[in-house]
């Protein structure tokens, strides 16, 4: 699935946590195949706001939806927690 151009401030938090290199390595793997076991692509709850995650990494993950045209746009890259 085809990403939309990240904003600025997203450019300078994946530089800030030295994510870029794993943010271009998800970022092609989401491209060709949204559903790669790596990625761990899930929808969040509650379901209907439309809001997914996918994994950079163990600590951090991009949070995207779909846009109307079909492309995903993501809108923040947050640390993932586990509930206990």
Known sequence: MET???RQD???FLKEHNLV???EKAREL???NIKHPSLRVELLE???RGIYSFRLDKKYRALFF???NGKAEVFKVTKH???S
Do not use: R
Request: charged share 45%.
């Open 4 to 6: 939309k151009p990240l």
């Open 10 to 12: 997203l450019k300078d």
């Open 21 to 23: 290199k794993k943010w």
């Open 30 to 32: 989401f491209a060709k």
């Open 46 to 48: 509650p379901k209907w």
């Open 66 to 68: 779909i846009t109307t």
């Open 81 to 83: 927690y586990k509930k």
